[in-house]
C-alpha cells in the first residue's frame, strides 16, 4: 500500500524531470474536464500526506490519490510502458519524459476558479497536508540495529 514516505519518493523522483518544462501532453482517464492551456509550464511536484499534486503554470492542479492500488511511472518519451496501458489513470509528458499514473482511484483536475471557491473536498484534503520528508527509522541510543 502506497503510504506517505512512499509518495514523497514518487515527487522527488518526477519533480526533477518535470519542473521547469513545457508540457506536451497530459491525459487524465475518463475527465470531461479540459486540461492546461497550450505552452504552459510544470511548476510543482508536490506529496502532500497520500496525495500528490503537479501543478500547472496556469493555475490547473492534477491531484491523486493513490489509496492502496495506484502507483507513479517514470518513462522516456517512446520508452515501453512496464504496466498495461488498461490501467493508466494520467499522463503528464514533457518531451523527453511521461510520468504515468497506474490503477489510481482518485485523478482529478482542479482549475483555479475551482479552488477559489473551495468546492473542491479532496484537493482541499491535500493542500492541507503539511509538506515533509518521510522519517528516517534510527536505532535507539544502547541498541544494536
Not at 502506497?2 to 519518493?9: A, F, I, R, V, Y
Not at 508536490?46 to 495506484?70: A, C, E, N, P, Y
Not at 484537493?123 to 515533509?132: A, F, Q, T, Y
Amino acid at each position: 500500500m502506497p503510504e506517505g514516505d512512499s509518495l514523497w519518493n514518487h515527487a522527488a523522483e518526477l519533480r526533477p524531470v518535470l519542473v521547469g518544462r513545457e508540457l506536451e501532453k497530459l491525459h487524465v482517464h475518463r475527465s470531461r474536464k479540459r486540461g492546461p492551456g497550450q505552452g504552459v509550464s510544470i511548476i510543482g511536484v508536490d506529496s502532500r500526506g497520500k496525495h500528490l499534486l503537479i501543478t500547472f503554470s496556469d493555475g490547473v492542479i492534477l491531484h491523486t490519490h493513490l489509496q492502496m492500488t495506484g502507483d507513479w511511472r517514470l518513462y522516456r518519451r517512446g520508452e515501453r510502458w512496464r504496466k498495461s496501458p488498461g490501467a493508466m489513470r494520467a499522463v503528464v509528458a514533457t518531451a523527453e519524459h511521461e510520468a504515468v499514473c497506474f490503477a489510481a482511484p482518485t485523478v482529478e483536475l482542479f482549475h483555479p476558479a475551482e479552488t477559489a471557491e473551495g468546492n473542491c473536498r479532496s484537493l482541499r484534503e491535500g493542500l492541507d497536508r503539511p509538506r515533509v520528508a518521510p522519517a528516517v527509522s534510527r536505532p535507539r541510543p544502547g541498541r544494536e540495529g
